[in-house]
Nanobody
Framework: QVQLEESGGGSVQDGGSLTLSCVAS????????IVWFRQAPGEQREGVAN???????TYAESVKGRFTISQNNALKTVYLQMDNLKPEDTAMYYC????????????????????WGVGTRVTISS
């Protein structure tokens, strides 16, 4: 049973845009914490953006002003709109959920997440 499924990755040029989607199973969509993570080759997985059950959003400093996280309750989908993309945004992007309210933006906080999608690849060329 697929619980989190990402889509929308692809290859764009520097300055381009992409929108990622994460479709969640019903019980995970009600989760208190859904987070987009990314992992570049040879790098540690890092949190990018979070939306909680109240709709409150939080972003990593590296993407503030460029990325927007949002949700569609009817579709049980969380989106990550990515604008003004840079080569350093190149990574596998993952959707993750936690059963409770957890820290997600610190080093190794990916360990706090309980469920993961398989990821979608984003490549930005200069």
């Amino acid at each position: 049973q697929v619980q989190l499924e990402e889509s929308g990755g692809g290859s764009v040029q520097d300055g381009g845009s992409l929108t990622l989607s994460c479709v969640a199973s019903a019980h995970l969509y009600r989760s208190n914490c859904i987070v987009w993570f990314r992992q570049a080759p040879g790098e540690q997985r890092e949190g990018v953006a979070n939306i909680d059950s109240t709709g409150k959003v939080t972003y990593a400093e590296s993407v503030k002003g460029r990325f927007t996280i949002s949700q569609n309750n009817a579709l049980k989908t969380v989106y990550l709109q990515m604008d003004n993309l840079k080569p350093e945004d190149t990574a596998m992007y993952y959707c993750a959920a936690a059963r409770g309210s957890v820290s997600w933006y610190g080093p190794r906080d990916y360990n706090n997440m309980d469920y993961w999608g398989v990821g979608t690849r984003v490549t930005i060329s200069s």
